[in-house]
């Protein structure tokens, strides 16, 4: 598949650039580490074998590197696939679709709170590094919220833990 992408470099340049790839990380790594020498991406798109764009959200690439969390995620997927549902759990169908769509709910939330409590992390330190007497204020707040969230968080856990322990001992 192709990454083709433009930016716009320091010197406020146009930049407009297409590369082979083998993965999609390998493209999205590529992406993070354009953002994070200074360049805004304006546009960035994938182009499969069959010629079809697909559109990619610039605003996601922050200059952070997601590889580390893509790669965790996936071996977590690939060990929990590997054993099969019926070894782990003796359940009747009905009892099983609970657990798992609670589990689901559980997974998701969990997804999104980290997601939160990162994206309020990374607006912190970009108002610390600013510098501004203005942004004391709102450093303060946002890390009152951060609090809540990271609380919420550890209890999502917690109670996600308890229904896996309670659905692996049916």
């Known amino acids: 598949m192709t990454l083709r992408l433009s930016a716009i ?3 406020q340049e146009l930049r407009q650039f297409s ?3 083998t993965r999609i990380e ?3 790594e590529l992406l993070t580490s354009i953002v994070a020498q200074g360049e805004m991406l304006l546009s960035a798109e994938l182009i499969d074998e069959g010629n079809k764009p697909t559109p990619l959200p610039v605003e996601a690439f922050d200059g ?3 590889l580390s969390t893509l790669k965790l995620l996936e071996y977590e997927w690939t060990a929990i696939l590997a054993v099969p549902i019926s070894s782990c759990f003796n359940l009747d169908a009905q009892h ?3 657990y798992r769509a609670q589990l689901y709910g559980y997974e998701k939330h969990i997804v999104r709170l980290e997601l939160l409590i990162s994206d309020i992390n990374r607006i912190c330190q970009r108002a610390e590094e600013a ?3 203005a942004d004391e204020r709102f450093i303060s707040h946002s890390r009152a919220i951060l609090s809540c969230y990271e609380a919420q968080l550890a209890k999502t856990h917690r109670i996600r833990n ?6 692996q001992a049916i």
């Not at 308890?162 to 659905?167: D, K, M, Q, S, V």
């Open 96 to 98: 099983r679709d609970w």
């Open 64 to 66: 952070v590197s997601c």
């Open 19 to 21: 590369c082979v790839i």
């Open 26 to 28: 390998s493209g999205f």
């Open 131 to 133: 510098q501004s007497p």
């Open 162 to 167: 308890r229904l896996l322990e309670g659905f």
């Open 9 to 11: 470099n320091p010197q």
